[in-house]
C-alpha cells in the first residue's frame, strides 16, 4: 500500500556542524522540507551573526539540488538582551529562542539557572511574537529523573505562563501523560513537539535483556501510560502537537561507553518511523496534519506544496553509517521498519 502526503518538516532536529553535519544532512533533506535546527553547537549558538554563520554551513553542506530549508534558532543565555531578540526576529532566518535549564542535556553548561535571568529576553519574544522552546525538565538533583518533566511543568512552565501570557511556547519533546495534559488546557499559544522513540518505544526499550545505550535520550523514555497519551496526543488532530524527530547523533564510542551520551538518531527514518507509529494505532490518516501542518501553521509559515509518497513495505537500517571519522548507529540498526519512502525524493 502507497500513502502519499504533503512534505513534511521536522521542528525539532540537531544537525551538529562539520563532518557530522556532512554525514546526517542528507537524510533529513531527503524527507523533510525544513526542520527548525537546534543550536546546541560547542560553543553554543547564542547571536544572529553566529546564527547566520551555522545557516550558510548548512546550505553548503546540503545535497548538490537540494531546496531544504534549516529554521535558525538561538541558545537562551543569561542575560541574552532585548537587541538581540529584535534582531532575530528582523532577520527572517531565526525562528525561536531555546531554553536549555543548565546542565539538562547534551551541551546545556551555557544555559540558564534561573528563567528570571533571562527576563528581558522574553518580555522581548513576547512583545515580538517569536517563540520559546523549551527543553522541560527540572535540574533539581532530588527530583527523580523520571519525574523531571512534571515537576518542570508545575516548577516554570506555569508560572512563566502567568508572568508572560501572551509568550507562544513550544514544550519540546514531550514525553509525559502531564506534559499532554499541560499543553491541551493551556490553549493554542502553547504546542509540543513528540519524537518517534517516545511514541514507539517505553522505558522498558532500555533494559531489553541488558542495558541499551542507542535507547538513552532526554527526556528519557517513560512507562507505557505515557507512550500510550503521546500517541492519543498525536493522532487527536489537535494543532498543539507536531512532528520533532529530535534527531541527535552521537558518534558510536561516545555512547557505547561507562557514562554515555543521551540522544537517539532517527533523521534516516524521520518520517517513516511515524508512519509506523500511526498505522499501529489505526490513523495513518492524520500523520499529514502532524507532520506537515501544524507545525508550520504554529510557526506562521506557508505549508509545503509538495508531496512524498511512503510505501509499507519493509527495510532495515544499516548497522552504522560514516560518521566524519566516526560511527553513528542509527535507529533500529539491523532491524525492521515497516515504512519506506518510495525513492529518493530530496527537494
Ligand atoms: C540532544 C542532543 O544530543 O543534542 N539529546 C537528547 O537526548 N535529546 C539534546 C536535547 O534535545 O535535549
Ligand atoms: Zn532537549
Ligand atoms: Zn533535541
Known amino acids: 500500500m502507497n ?95 531555546k531554553y536549555y535549564p543548565a546542565g539538562a542535556t547534551t551541551n546545556s553548561d551555557a544555559g540558564v539557572t534561573g528563567l528570571e535571568r533571562a527576563y528581558e529576553a522574553l518580555e522581548a519574544l513576547e512583545a515580538h511574537d517569536l517563540p520559546l522552546l523549551v527543553h522541560g525538565e527540572s535540574t533539581d538533583p532530588a527530583v527523580d529523573v523520571f519525574d523531571r518533566e512534571s515537576i518542570f511543568i508545575d516548577r516554570v512552565l506555569i508560572p512563566v505562563r502567568e508572568r508572560f501570557p501572551l509568550l507562544r511556547i513550544v514544550f519540546e519533546h514531550v514525553t509525559t501523560r502531564e506534559a499532554v495534559d499541560f499543553v491541551r488546557s493551556a490553549g493554542p499559544r502553547v504546542a509540543a513537539t513528540i519524537t518517534p522513540q517516545h511514541l514507539l518505544l517505553n522505558r522498558n526499550a532500555l533494559f531489553q535483556g541488558g542495558i541499551r545505550p542507542h535507547y538513552y535520550c532526554l527526556p528519557v523514555l517513560k512507562r507505557e501510560q505515557h507512550r500510550t497519551a503521546l500517541v492519543e496526543a498525536a493522532i487527536s488532530g489537535s494543532p498543539q502537537f507536531f512532528l520533532g524527530t529530535d534527531s541527535a547523533p552521537h558518534a558510536r564510542h561516545t555512547k557505547e561507553t561507562t557514562c554515555g551520551c543521551a540522544g537517539i538518531y532517527s533523521a534516516h527514518a524521520g518520517i517513516e518511523l511515524y508512519a509506523e507509529a500511526f498505522d499501529r494505532a489505526g490513523a495513518l490518516s492524520q500523520l499529514e496534519g502532524f507532520a506537515s501542518m501544524h507545525g508550520a501553521d504554529f510557526y506562521r509559515l506557508p505549508r509545503n506544496t509538495d508531496l512524498i509518497t511512503l510505501a509499507r513495505e519493509s527495510w532495515s537500517p544499516p548497522q552504522s553509517y560514516s560518521f566524519g571519522e566516526h560511527e553513528l548507529v542509527p535507529f533500529r540498526a539491523g532491524e525492521m521498519i515497516a515504512w519506506k519512502l518510495l525513492e529518493d525524493t530530496t527537494r
Not at 4 to 9: A, G, K, L, N
Not at 24 to 32: E, G, K, M, S
Open 3 to 97: 500513502f502519499s502526503m504533503i512534505r513534511p518538516d521536522d521542528w525539532h532536529l540537531h544537525l551538529r556542524d562539520g563532518a557530522a553535519l556532512s554525514a546526517v544532512l542528507a537524510h533529513t533533506a531527503q524527507r523533510f522540507g525544513r526542520a527548525v535546527v537546534m543550536p546546541n553547537l560547542k560553543p553554543p549558538i547564542t547571536t544572529v551573526a553566529a546564527a547566520g554563520a551555522y545557516r550558510d554551513r548548512i546550505l553548503a553542506a546540503r545535497p548538490i539540488g537540494s531546496r531544504f530549508e534549516p529554521l535558525m534558532t538561538l541558545y537562551l543565555t543569561e542575560g541574552m538582551n532585548a537587541e538581540e531578540i529584535g534582531r532575530a526576529k528582523a532577520c527572517g532566518f531565526v525562528h525561536g529562542v
